[in-house]
């Protein structure tokens, strides 16, 4: 028979709610230890004059508020009057030809007049939610400098048009193999969608060559991955909405630095998205980055404006739950990263909240889940944070007199999500027992439900 074993200091830790314990301890502290006040340390400061300059200093920080939103609505307003200008007068994609006849000319003002980014038109004088917002994008990204946002624009317009942009979502560029490299999986926090992109699938040698063995298969790559980013912004919303996405990329088991042309087309692509989609990546998660991976990226910095610097964030194997789990909530987080997403999951849903469990240094703690009558199937998830601690499942009756039921007999968790279920006949308690002998603390992450269930019995004939 199996018993759950006495634990110190034992308590129910289920649920975000628990307490920790104070690092600090207790605060019964001898009254020699109390320090003297701020007036009592600096018996010569006048806490008038303290109280001033910090009212001073606030009101300060307001008027350089103040002067900031007034300075980027200013931007604002003359960057509508030159695309509105640009557009009516026929020269926001160049100058027109000389040649053409002037009916032609006012052809061609009509149909400017229509012209959309992203599926918004451009013509402030539409009065379109979603047209300030692009303008906002561009004026980001050259720092509110009207006439470098205006070129900016006139440059992306006149690439779109080079590359048939407008045309890429409808056409089969013919790409096989590569499933597994790009997918837009759910959103994060803050309700940006979650565009992944991995690169362990171009280990393969031959899909590899095939990928990247010509000229023309490059260039159809690199077409191929301006219509996933066009994808994903289609998944935004330009009207008081989301308005931007995050790219996570997954370098585990990615070709070394000597596989040039994957190297290559990489930094093309984010010279790209640099230059024609401002302010459309909210977050550049790099994960599992090898050592030469940071060499690459300071070269490459020296090409990267400084917004987009700031976009990047790096997470070694170790920190890639911890980090990603920063931005991204457990249920919406994939198992293979230390989530709790299951794709074509038959039994919990991203509505089946997560609940946390705090296993402190050396200690060993556990997860209590009821099972309150029989005829049940409980079906628990979990995941560990920080990795590489020692487990098991059990089951103890509220019936003294029936047996305890060993489900997971002791095992290490080193990174990989659980999940397990149970038909059970009696009602009890499932203990799910965690040991972490290392000096630093594990976050659990937990989640369980039961289903009523008949069972099932076999007769012989």
């Not at 007036?39 to 002067?67: G, Q």
């Not at 006849?101 to 379109?128: A, C, D, F």
């Not at 440059?155 to 590359?163: A, D, M, V």
Request: with cysteine; charged share 35%; net charge positive.
């Amino acid at each position: 028979m199996i018993r759950r074993p006495k634990m110190k200091n034992e308590a129910n830790y289920q649920g975000r709610e628990q307490e920790l314990d104070s690092p600090l301890g207790n605060y019964d502290q001898p009254n020699d230890y109390i320090l003297e006040s701020p007036r009592e340390l600096c018996p010569d400061s006048d806490e008038e004059d303290v109280e001033r300059r910090a009212i001073e200093d606030d009101e300060e920080t307001k008027a350089a508020s103040a002067s900031m939103k007034k300075k980027k609505r200013k931007a604002l307003m003359e960057f509508r009057c030159r695309v509105e200008d640009a557009i009516m007068g026929n020269y926001i994609l160049g100058k027109p030809s000389r040649r053409i006849s002037r009916n032609e000319s006012l052809r061609q003002k009509e149909q400017l007049k229509e012209i959309t980014l992203w599926g918004v038109p451009l013509l402030p004088s539409k009065g379109h939610q979603g047209t300030d917002v692009l303008l906002l994008k561009f004026l980001k990204a050259r720092d509110y400098k009207t006439s470098d946002a205006f070129e900016m624009l006139k440059r992306t317009l006149k690439w779109r048009k080079e590359f048939r942009t407008d045309e890429i979502l409808e056409e089969d560029l013919g790409v096989s193999g590569l499933e597994d490299v790009v997918c837009i999986n759910s959103r994060d926090k803050d309700g940006h969608p979650l565009c992944y992109t991995s690169y362990g699938p171009f280990k393969d040698k031959d899909l590899y060559k095939k990928t990247f063995g010509s000229e023309a298969r490059r260039q159809q790559f690199l077409r191929w991955r301006v219509q996933f980013i066009e994808k994903g912004i289609k998944k935004l919303n330009f009207k008081r909405g989301v308005d931007s996405m995050v790219q996570i990329t997954d370098l585990k088991d990615s070709p070394g630095p000597d596989f040039k042309e994957l190297r290559s087309l990489s930094s093309k692509t984010l010279l790209l998205l640099q230059d024609n989609y401002p302010e459309l990546i909210q977050k550049n998660i790099v994960i599992n980055a090898p050592l030469w991976y940071y060499v690459s990226h300071v070269l490459r910095s020296r090409f990267l404006s400084h917004r987009t610097k700031k976009t990047f964030i790096f997470a070694r194997s170790q920190k890639v739950t911890k980090t990603l789990l920063k931005f991204i909530e457990p249920e919406e987080l994939p198992v293979q990263y230390g989530g709790l997403k299951r794709e074509q999951d038959d039994e919990f849903t991203p509505e089946d909240k997560v609940s946390e469990l705090i296993i402190k240094a050396n200690t060993i703690n556990y997860i209590e889940i009821p099972v309150v009558e029989g005829g049940l199937t409980m079906v628990w998830d979990l995941t560990v944070v920080g990795w590489d601690v020692l487990y098991k499942e059990e089951f103890l009756p509220d019936d003294e007199g029936s047996y305890n039921i060993l489900i997971q007999d002791k095992k290490r968790l080193q990174g990989e999500s659980v999940r397990n279920s149970f038909y059970f006949s009696e009602p009890g308690k499932i203990f799910v027992t965690f040991e972490n002998w290392n000096f630093k603390d594990r976050r659990v992450l937990y989640r369980y439900k039961a289903k009523p269930t008949i069972p099932m019995y076999r007769t012989n004939r």
